[in-house]
């Protein structure tokens, strides 16, 4: 569904994304690691149409979306959440989530309905109507979770969705993750917590420096010299 090739992405001559290529298939569940500063953000920033590439083309569906804008890479069936949650505050969970929905729902009373079964989905109803400041960090993240399901994904960018999560929490987010597949959506979950990662995933890319050192089975990777390499600053 998703095929990457050559992309790169460089900030006035800082390259943070080189020559990276890889395939997601429909369904699939992708972890995306590497080093802080490895280039992961900058790639999912690419993907989800906030950073022109510099290099490379991106074709989803079979459509290429290379510099696409983030409300076109969202039509197209492209959601993405933000390692620093961008909820927003003054407003209600259930508000929030409509705020997505709204994309393929144009009548309100549709919206709220659609926002109502994925606050469900994400074990949050029973804060639908706590603003979104009350809520807690692992709340918070659900609550961003839920938003970009609301847009009717294909496949959906998940930005560190498991940091500062108490163990509890941790299973609780690889469950969802699971949840969300058996929906038939496509993920790739930008990770430090591998705990919580490694288990899921049926594929993990590995970023060092901007490119792409590894990409197979959680076993494969673990066992890879050059991730082992790159985690241990070799
Ligand atoms: N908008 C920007 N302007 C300039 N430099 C940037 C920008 N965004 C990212 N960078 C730089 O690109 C490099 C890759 O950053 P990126 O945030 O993609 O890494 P990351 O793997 O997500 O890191 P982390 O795990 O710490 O979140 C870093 O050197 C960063 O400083």
């Not at 080189?18 to 992708?30: K, T």
């Not at 009548?107 to 804060?127: I, K, N, P, Q, T």
């Not at 109507?129 to 009717?152: F, G, H």
């Not at 509890?168 to 993920?187: F, K, N, W, Y």
């Amino acid at each position: 569904m998703l095929a990457v090739d050559g992309l790169g992405k460089a900030f006035d001559g800082l390259v943070a994304n080189r020559d990276i290529s890889f395939i997601v298939h429909h369904g699939e569940i992708i972890g995306l690691i590497g080093p802080n500063g490895a280039g992961k953000t900058t790639l999912f920033n690419c993907l989800a149409g906030f950073h022109t590439p510099t290099t490379g083309r991106i074709a989803f569906e079979g459509q290429d979306i290379t510099g696409s804008t983030p409300e076109a890479a969202a039509a197209l069936g492209i959601a993405r959440t933000f390692q620093i949650v961008r909820v927003f505050q003054s407003m209600t969970a259930l508000e929030n989530v409509m705020v997505g929905a709204m994309l393929r729902n144009k009548r309100v009373a549709e919206a709220r309905e659609r926002a109502e079964d994925e606050l469900a989905f994400v074990g949050l109803s029973h804060r639908a109507d706590t603003p979104a400041s009350d809520l807690t960090v692992s709340e918070q993240k659900r609550l961003e979770v839920a938003r970009a399901l609301a847009t009717e994904p294909k496949l959906i960018l998940l930005d560190e969705v498991m940091a500062g999560l108490n163990p509890t929490e941790v299973r609780e987010a690889s469950a969802l993750v699971h949840r969300i597949h058996q929906r038939g959506i496509a993920s790739i979950i930008v990770e430090h917590v591998m705990e919580g990662i490694m288990p899921i995933a049926h594929r993990m890319l590995v970023l060092d420096y901007g490119a792409k050192i590894a990409d197979g089975t959680p076993a494969e990777i673990a066992e890879n010299p050059a991730v082992i390499a790159a985690y241990l600053g070799e």
